[in-house]
C-alpha cells in the first residue's frame, strides 16, 4: 500500500469540566486528508484545500506531527500530504487536531503500523503545540482512539479510553467567528480556589462514572465547569442564552466545545439532539453572526480509513 484516504475526525476537548483531560471524537464532521508514501525522504505538504494554511513543513501541525513520528522510526521513503480542510481554525473543534492526527496515523499505517495509536498521541501533540503553545493532548486522543478520553497525565502520557453510551449524540453550533485557542488559554487565571477545585473533580468523577455506567441523569449532572468557562464565555456570543435554551429542549448538558466559540451540547438520542439544534439556531438567528450546525453521534472509532 503506498496511499491512504482518511476522514480525520473532528473533536471536543474539555467537554465542560475537563479541561485539558477529557475529549470526545465527532462522527460526521471532518477533514480529508491523503498520505502517500514517496521515495524522497522527509515530509511535503503537496496540497491544502478549504483553507489558507501553511504548506511548509515545520509551520504545519500535520507537517510538525508527521517529523516527531519520523524521528522514531528509521524509515527508508518519505511521505507526501494532501490536506481537504472542512474545519475551521479556530473553531473549537479540533481542527489542528484532525490535521495532526491524520498526519501520523496516515504514515503509521503506510509503515505497518509500527506504532499503537496510542504512541501516536504523543507525536500528534506535537501539531498542538505548534498550533496553540501548548502540547495538550485532549483533542489528538480523541481523534485518534475514538469515543470518550480522559488524559490523566501527559509527563509521562497516560491517555484512557472511556466507554461510549450508546445513545448519545452531541449537538454542536459553530459562529463563524475565531478564537485562537492561544487567545482563550491566556485570558484564564493560573490558580483555583479549592472549593471550586472541589467542585470540578466531583463533575469529572461523575461524569466518567456517568458514562461507564451510562447513567445520562449523572452525565447531564457532571456537564458543569465551574473554572475556565465562566471566564471564556465571554468571548462567545449569547453563549448564556445557547446553553439555557439548549437545556431547554432537553439537552443533557451543554459547555464551550474546545476554546471555543462552537458550543455543544450532549443528549440522549437523535431526535432530542436535533431539537436542541433547533433551538441553538432559534437564538443564533436572532444574533446575527452565521453560524454551521452539526449533530452527531459519537464517533467511537476515531480517524477513519476512506480507502
Ligand atoms: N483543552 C484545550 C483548551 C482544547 O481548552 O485550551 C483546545 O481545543
Redesign the pocket.
Known sequence: MNEIKLFCTA?I??VSCG??VL?LALDNVGDEMIVRKVAKKGVTITKIVGQDLPLETHENVAGVAALALLAKVDADCGFEIEIYKNIKPGS?I?SS?ASSAGAVFGINELLGKPFSNHDLVEFAMQG?RLA?G?A?A??VAPALLGGFTLVRSTEPLDVIKIHTPKELYATVIHPQIEVK?SD??EILRSSVALKTAIKQWGNVGGLISGLYTEDYDLIGRSLEDHI?EPI?SILIPAFDNVKAESLKAGALGAG????GPSIFALSKGLEIAKKVGEAMSAVYDKVGIEYDIHVSKINTEGIKIIK
Open positions: 473533536t476537548a474539555n479541561f485539558d475529549g473549537g479540533g487536531a498542538e496553540s501548548v495538550h485532549d483533542n485557542t482563550a488559554r475556565v471564556r464551550i466545545s474546545g476554546s
